[in-house]
């Protein structure tokens, strides 16, 4: 684990923005116990700060706008939008707040922080690739990236809405995994 700097020492600390335009929130869930059905988040806002001489220092905020779920059919994206499920009306954002980041491989970090979605807040560990190294973009911003997974039982945020088959099993999957692709702007 990196070693915290001493007090007094200064910050090497970095402030990046979410790039909405380059990054996705994506998730899978079962579909009638025989498939996955994907689905994608498009309003994605928040910072990282990114320490690289104590990345144990660095931090994650990130804000999703839940109105904005995909899932390629407008029927399913209403119901998950309605109160059965997101309940956009009353819940239009899902937030993540890290509160630990600590290494777990070569180039590879446990980010864990607080899931807030549907009004509950629950702790999770997003298995993280990254952050790549800074390149500039050919209008001269400069960019980092990295990838995120976890996976949450969706009943633990209050989504417990279902059918049960008459062949056995449920219509939705309580397992949820969740995919981030990021790309962040170094901001000056």
């Known amino acids: 684990m990196p070693q915290t700097a001493s007090s007094g020492a200064a910050t090497a600390a970095i402030?990046?923005?979410?790039?909405p335009a380059h990054t996705t929130v994506d998730f899978k869930v079962r579909h009638l116990m025989v498939s996955n059905v994907r689905g994608e988040f498009s309003g994605v806002s928040g910072t990282v700060v990114h320490d690289p001489t104590n990345p144990a220092n660095s931090k994650l905020e990130a804000v999703i706008d839940a109105?904005?779920?995909?899932?390629?059919?407008?029927?399913?994206?209403?119901?998950?939008?309605?109160?059965?499920?997101?309940?956009?009306?009353?819940?239009?954002k899902i937030t993540f707040v890290s509160t630990k980041i600590a290494p777990s491989g070569e180039g590879e970090w446990k980010v864990t922080g607080n899931l807030t979605i549907h009004?509950?807040?629950?702790?999770?560990t997003l298995n993280v690739e990254g952050p790549t190294t800074e390149t500039k973009d050919p209008w001269g911003?400069?960019?980092?990236?990295?990838?995120?997974?976890?996976?949450?039982?969706?009943?633990?945020?209050?989504l417990v809405w279902n059918v049960g088959l008459e062949t056995g099993g449920v219509l939705v999957g309580d397992e949820v995994t969740i995919h981030l692709e990021l790309e962040l702007a170094k901001q000056a």
Do not use: C, M, W
């Not at 009004?119 to 999770?124: F, H, L, N």
């Not at 911003?141 to 209050?158: L, Q, V, W």
């Open 67 to 92: 109105t904005t779920i995909a899932t390629r059919d407008p029927q399913r994206d209403a119901h998950l939008k309605s109160p059965d499920f997101l309940d956009v009306e009353k819940f239009p």
């Open 141 to 158: 911003n400069i960019k980092i990236g990295a990838s995120a997974t976890t996976k949450i039982n969706r009943k633990d945020f209050g």
């Open 119 to 124: 009004g509950v807040t629950k702790e999770v």
């Open 15 to 19: 402030t990046y923005t979410i790039d």
